[in-house]
């Protein structure tokens, strides 16, 4: 993980983009302090920051150790998990002109981790819903579709079946949309929302939702658009943190075989540059990283390509 814009270091002169990397690395032993494999120094350093950029980590499983990204987004309170989901020009998948914005509710929901054994062979996993931390994402939502040009919202649910819970979450994101009367609100239950996506994703806008509904819809997105080493993800905090992260996998297998994709890493970075008000940076890298992928001639295996990462990011540094 490195955060701390700074002034301009070797690895940035290619884009000339004003930032200095403060480095640090997840651990191979369990800090007390965070109970997981990151260290108190980096949530530190995110928090003194202020913004960050993060790179896939792994939480190995059964083990009893606690998530990584659930470590970061409990102790910096990063409420809302923003996804960008656009078709890549000159990159064809099943679905043309696809452009939406999943946000996803970051801190509760099924994810707080109450669960229990009631008696042996009965579990119970406990879903927190409260009106501050609904409001909150909501209002993040409507924020970003009218200071981005986004005509709807879309919240997400389950309140035909779980009433009190999915219903407060409905009942938070009604109160917000009165405040946004140019921003078309609408509700849509979660199975339709997935059948709708697949059949024409061109109908949905902004889509707000509860964290566990989040985690699945912004992966079917996703995967509309070739997967999540296309889509690029900032997790936004109080405060104004804002740490963007690649959501796909640590992919141990091709570790160290220079064949990895760093798109996602690279869109992450730009959305990180935008948050920073940075934005004919952002501009110029994400459209030398668009350029690259629709000329066809650099691309990762993934892709259908045989490049390497090396070659693969020295096209795109050529493209700037």
Request: net charge neutral; glycine share 8%.
């Amino acid at each position: 993980m490195a955060s701390a814009p700074r002034s301009l270091s070797p690895s940035n002169r290619t884009a000339e983009v004003p930032i200095e990397w403060e480095e640090h690395y997840v651990g191979d032993q369990v800090d007390p302090r965070t109970q997981s494999f990151l260290t108190w120094e980096s949530l530190e350093s995110v928090r003194k920051n202020r913004v960050g950029l993060k790179g896939p980590m792994a939480t190995p499983i059964g083990k009893g150790h606690r998530s990584l990204n659930l470590t970061l987004r409990k102790e910096l309170n990063l409420y809302a998990n923003v996804r960008p989901c656009y078709s890549l020009p000159g990159y064809k998948t099943r679905y043309d002109d696809v452009n939406l914005i999943t946000i996803r509710e970051n801190t509760e929901g099924e994810y707080s981790g109450l669960e229990h054994q009631v008696v042996r062979g009965v579990v119970e996993s406990l879903k927190i819903i409260t009106r501050q931390a609904s409001l909150r994402v909501a209002e993040y939502a409507f924020h970003y579709a009218k200071t981005h040009g986004r005509e709807r919202v879309s919240a997400i649910h389950k309140a035909n079946i779980m009433q009190k819970t999915d219903g407060l979450f409905l009942k938070c994101c009604r109160e917000v949309a009165e405040k946004y009367p140019e921003i078309t609100y609408e509700e849509v239950v979660i199975d339709n929302c997935c059948m709708m996506l697949v059949k024409n994703p061109a109908l949905f806008d902004v889509l707000v939702m509860p964290n566990l509904y989040g985690d699945i819809i912004s992966d079917l997105c996703a995967g509309l658009i070739g997967g999540l080493g296309l889509t690029p993800s900032c997790n936004i905090g109080e405060g104004g943190i804002a740490l963007a992260e690649a959501v796909h996998g640590s992919a141990p297998d091709i570790a160290g075989k220079n064949m990895a994709n760093p798109t996602a890493l690279l869109l992450s970075s730009v959305s990180m540059l935008r948050h920073l008000n940075l934005h004919d940076k952002a501009d110029r890298i994400q459209e030398a990283i668009l350029s690259t992928i629709a000329e066809g001639k650099y691309r990762t295996a993934d892709l259908g390509g045989t490049s390497t990462t090396t070659d693969f990011t020295k096209a795109i540094c050529d493209h700037l």
